[in-house]
């Protein structure tokens, strides 16, 4: 199977008080998936939704995709009056904040006719767009009219991948690389060669300044009891996007499990030095962890060594890292599979904390804390996906209590569109949490979009999105759970979603983009 085939089968620096400097500056952009480069997933300069005026949000316009099969993954980008972001459809878009307007529009199959789809966020930085591919492209585009500035295919191994979204600093881009070779479940495939690592590229050629590599070289280690190759070790997928510390220019960032074999920084929160790309710190959270999809098919008995020892985990770092400040300590945390978020200190890797949050489910890693969190100077918002059900927690930075949570809401399966649909539904939040002054937001498996509380976990507001939407680009749309991969973003008044990931409500359109205003 081709490269991109396999690729789409399935489908700001700290203040000295602690809290995160303004997304995209005091203006309120939102740049990146991130945030800001500390990775807080917090707008302090939107002041036009409150926590009194939130329960008037309305839907203002929906953008809607073609029925592709890919899910809409790219959580989109704010600077000024455009939103950037990527579809499911081979296509890259800049639209009208306001109206949804399209002002440009990007072809990926202008640099290569293979079939891709943009999973990732995109990074706007320096006048231009940064983003990857589900191929392993990385794209710098022109911000003002979409035209390619330039394009690299960064990823040698055919099922690589770019979930990670970009980061911009300092001249550079910095980018994680996952796959999907775990995926298959052909079992006379010569599993498995990819090896994960992080990129750091010029942001004006692309050219490759260093690659981080998370896992040894891969070496043929007998046969798999179907005849074929056995490689080892392998995967330690960077899935998520990596933060930085503008102070001591250190870049962190989680790693994957481990395909095949026990090496490397699999399921490790790493620091990284910025320039060189040289290890600072590693802190490995699983002692061993090696899973692959084959590992809940029928009959896996050979093709996953881990159900011997109980090591068939997939308990991976796929969530993006928070820098933050308590008492002038400088720390980061992490959300991870198993459902522990952990935090270390920023400069040594020490262990502050750790809190258990979700309910550990192993061979699967689907109840735990997914893609991200948010921190707005005060409290931690972390939400856990199947987790009994998925819940929103504000912890105390400090020291991991826990000050308020608010579970999925019960009755989540039994209205709006998922109540046709409830063999599908799920109170379970993939999405990573986005926060504002006084409002944390929420997505959920369930279709619906919610705001919360920041001070209680109250919900202020939410809204379904599993229902037709008749797109302002003149094609039908339709929502689906609220997308994982990315969150919410909130910039100058607006509140911009992605719905369309799994579970996949039955219908006959594309999934869309949302926009929400007051």
């Not at 995160?20 to 807080?40: E, V, Y």
């Not at 307007?101 to 767009?129: H, Q, Y």
């Not at 399921?267 to 959270?285: E, F, H």
């Amino acid at each position: 199977m081709g490269k991109t085939l396999i690729a789409l089968a399935v489908a700001g620096v700290l203040l000295s008080s602690g809290a995160p400097a303004l997304a995209g500056g005091d203006r309120g952009d939102w740049p990146t998936w991130q945030g800001d480069k500390s990775g807080s997933r917090y707008n302090g300069a939107e002041h036009r939704i409150t926590p009194a005026n939130v329960g008037g949000l309305k839907l203002k316009w929906a953008f809607a995709y073609p029925k592709t099969g890919v899910v809409a993954k790219s959580q989109p980008a704010v600077v000024g009056d455009t939103v950037y972001f990527g579809g499911p459809d081979m296509k890259f878009y800049a639209v009208d904040a306001r109206s949804g307007r399209t002002k440009w529009t990007f072809d990926l199959r202008s640099v290569d006719p293979a079939l891709r789809a943009v999973l990732d966020g995109p990074a706007v930085a320096r006048g231009k767009v940064f983003f990857g591919d589900s191929g392993g492209y990385v794209y710098a585009l022109d911000q003002r009219d979409g035209k390619l500035v330039w394009a690299k295919d960064t990823e040698p191994h055919q099922a690589g991948i770019h979930t990670s979204s970009p980061m911009y600093h300092d001249g550079r881009i910095y980018i994680g690389a996952s796959s999907i070779e775990n995926a298959t479940t052909d079992r006379s495939y010569p599993c498995c060669t990819f090896r994960g690592h992080i990129d750091a590229l010029d942001a004006d050629t692309g050219s490759l300044a260093w690659r981080y590599f998370t896992v040894p070289e891969p070496k043929a280690n007998g046969t798999w009891p179907s005849g074929a190759v056995r490689y080892e070790p392998s995967g330690a997928g960077v899935w998520s996007s990596p933060v930085i510390d503008d102070r001591t220019n250190t870049l962190y960032v989680g790693v994957g499990q481990n395909y095949t074999g026990s090496a490397g920084d699999f399921d490790s929160l790493i620091a990284l030095d910025a320039r060189t790309g040289k290890p600072r710190w590693k802190q490995q959270v699983t002692k061993a962890d090696t899973w692959r999809t084959l590992c809940n098919e029928p009959d896996p008995e050979g093709y996953c060594p881990g159900l011997k020892d109980n090591t068939a985990l997939d308990y991976d770092i796929g969530a993006t890292p928070n820098l933050f400040t308590v008492n002038g300590r400088a720390m980061v945390g992490v959300g991870q599979k198993s459902g522990v978020y952990h935090v270390f200190d920023a400069r040594t890797g020490e262990v502050i904390w750790r809190r258990q949050l979700g309910v550990p489910l192993p061979s699967g890693g689907i109840s735990g804390i997914q893609w991200g969190s948010s921190y707005d100077g005060e409290k931690l918002y972390i939400a856990t996906y199947y987790a009994e059900p998925g819940t929103l927690f504000a912890v105390n930075p400090a020291n991991g209590d826990v000050l308020w949570k608010t579970p999925n809401p019960a009755n989540g399966c039994d209205w709006g569109g998922a109540a046709q649909h409830k063999d599908i539904c799920a109170l379970a939040h993939g999405p990573a949490v986005t926060s504002t002054p006084g409002v944390v937001w929420e997505g959920s498996n369930d279709g619906k979009m919610r705001a919360y509380s920041a001070r209680s976990g109250k919900v202020l507001w939410e809204y379904d999105t599993v229902r037709d939407f008749r797109g302002v680009n003149g094609l039908m749309g339709h929502g689906s759970a609220v997308s994982a991969s990315g969150g919410a973003v909130v910039s100058h008044g607006m509140m911009f979603v992605q719905s369309g990931y799994q579970p996949f409500y039955p219908s006959e359109y594309g999934n869309v983009l949302l926009a929400f205003g007051l």
